[in-house]
C-alpha cells in the first residue's frame, strides 16, 4: 500500500459541479492499494499516518505534533495510479487491486482509521469517480509511505520473526563462553611450536 501525506491548510473533493468533502487545516491523504495489500498494511498505514509529526507545537517548535494531537481534519483520496509501473513511457497499473475489490478494502481502511481517531474528524472523496481534487499544500510538505512489504505465506512470516528473535537473543547475550574461549586460545602462543616455526621461517628467508 502507498500514500502521499500533504500537509494542507485546506482541501476538497468535487465531482462535477458537486463538492463532496472538504476539510480546514490537517492532511490529505492520497492513497493506492495494491494486489497483495491485507489488514496488516492497512493497520500499519493508520498508524503511520495518523501518529506522523507534521505540524508545530504550542512554541511553534516543528515536526512535534502529529494530526490527532492537534485534532485537525484528514481528507482521503483513493488513487490507484499510485500503483503505477511503467513500461517504456506507458504507465501499467496491474499492481493495483482491481475495483471490485478494493472498494470494499478502502471502505474498510477508511472505517479502521474513524474508529482509531474520530469519525466526525475522517472525510474521503467519491470511490471510482472522476474527481477533482484541490489541495492547498502547506510548507509545501509532502510524504511519501509505503507499508513494508511480506511474505504472504503465513508459515515463511512465522519462520523470519523466529530467526529475527533468535538474532535479538544472540545480540543481548553477547559472545558466547565458546567463542570466547576460540578467541583466547587464538592469543596463546605454544613456546616450542612458535620457536621451530620461527626457524623454519628464519631458514627459508636466508639467502
Known amino acids: ?44 498505514m493508520v498508524r503511520k499516518i495518523l501518529n506522523l509529526r507534521l505540524f508545530e507545537d504550542d512554541n ?49 481502511f477508511l472505517e479502521h482509521m474513524r474508529r482509531v481517531y474520530k469519525p466526525e474528524m475522517v472525510k474521503d472523496g467519491k470511490f471510482g469517480a472522476y474527481m477533482q481534487v484541490h489541495i492547498q499544500n502547506d510548507g509545501p510538505v509532502t510524504i511519501e509511505l509505503e507499508s513494508p512489504a511480506g511474505p504472504s505465506d503465513p508459515k515463511q512470516q512465522a519462520k523470519l520473526e523466529k530467526q529475527q528473535q533468535r538474532k535479538e537473543k544472540t545480540r ?13 586460545s587464538r592469543t596463546k602462543v605454544d613456546p616450542s611450536a612458535s620457536s621451530g616455526a620461527e626457524g623454519d621461517v628464519s631458514s627459508e628467508r636466508e639467502p
Open 1 to 44: 500500500m502507498k500514500a502521499i501525506i500533504q500537509r494542507v491548510t485546506r482541501a476538497s473533493v468535487t465531482v462535477g459541479e458537486e463538492q463532496i468533502s472538504s476539510i480546514g487545516r490537517g492532511i490529505c491523504v492520497l492513497l493506492g492499494i495494491s494486489l497483495e495489500d491485507t489488514q496488516k498494511d492497512t493497520e500499519y
Open 60 to 108: 511553534g517548535k516543528h515536526w512535534c505534533k502529529s494530526v490527532m494531537d492537534k485534532q485537525f481534519e484528514v481528507l482521503c483520496v483513493s488513487q490507484f495510479t499510485l500503483q503505477c509501473i511503467l513500461k517504456g513511457n506507458k504507465p501499467d497499473y496491474h499492481a493495483a487491486m482491481p475495483a471490485e475489490q478494493s472498494e470494499p478494502f478502502y471502505n474498510d
Open 172 to 184: 543481548a547475550k553477547g559472545p558466547s563462553e565458546s567463542g570466547k574461549e576460540k578467541a583466547a
